[in-house]
Antibody, heavy 119, light 111 residues
């Protein structure tokens, strides 16, 4: 079964850091580009970051640029999001989702992990 | 403020058809046929319903269809069913520095 499973969410104080993970199974992870998408409480979807198959090309939303770092380990079938200098407005459910290389739609999504930034 | 503009809500009765619009710019919808639509039920992950403007993934009902005209994309759901009640989000590739943009989402209510 094709699956993405996020982990690493939790409660963190403003200014703190957190590292999210996304483990892939059921498909060849290295053949897919990957994204992080978040959804604040009661809000819509917000794209956060993209990484190419090799990790050589990366994009970030302006709202997280300079604070978040996306990375991947194809040997471990895993995607990561290092989040630093966290703010209350970063509180959200964070989803990982895959792109087939050369396409721009997310056909498989994880169930998400919740990040709460609060003192 | 989202980069793509969707109506906050739409509604329809069972069996009817509804259309959700998604307005963008020449940097995204107007130039690229990379519009996708996602359905999200409360507490669930989004589900891909339409990709590349008008294509349906395997397993998605043919009651769902997509189109585009100029800078605006549309999702049409025909023969509305109770289980179609959900939030719907459009998304597009963008030539701006951010690669991907989403709409603010539209809540569909089946009356």
């Amino acid at each position: 079964e094709v699956q993405l499973v996020e982990s690493g969410g939790g409660l963190v104080q403003p200014g703190g850091s957190l590292r999210l993970s996304c483990e892939a199974s059921g498909f060849t992870f290295s053949a897919y580009e990957m994204n992080w998408v978040r959804q604040g409480p009661g809000k819509g979807l917000e794209w956060v970051s993209y990484i190419s198959r090799s990790g050589s090309t990366i994009y970030y939303a302006d709202s997280v640029k300079g604070r978040f770092t996306i990375s991947r380990d194809n040997a471990k079938d895993s995607l990561y999001l290092q989040m630093n200098s966290l703010r209350a407005e970063d509180s959200a459910v964070y989803y990982c989702a895959r792109y087939l290389a050369g396409y721009y739609f997310m056909d498989v999504w994880g169930k998400g992990t919740t990040v709460t930034v609060s003192s | 403020q989202s980069a793509l503009t969707q109506p906050a809500s739409v509604s329809g009765s069972p069996g009817q058809s509804i259309t959700v619009s998604c307005s963008g710019t020449s940097s995204d919808i107007g130039t690229y046929d990379y519009v996708s639509w996602y359905q999200q039920h409360p507490g669930k992950a989004p589900k891909l319903m339409i990709f590349d403007v008008s294509n349906r993934p395997s397993g998605v009902s043919n009651r769902f269809s997509g189109s585009k005209s100029g800078n605006t994309a549309s999702l049409t759901i025909s023969g509305l069913q109770a289980e179609d009640e959900a939030d719907y989000y459009c998304s597009s590739y963008t030539s701006s520095s951010t690669l991907v943009v989403f709409g603010g989402g539209t809540k569909l209510t089946v009356l």
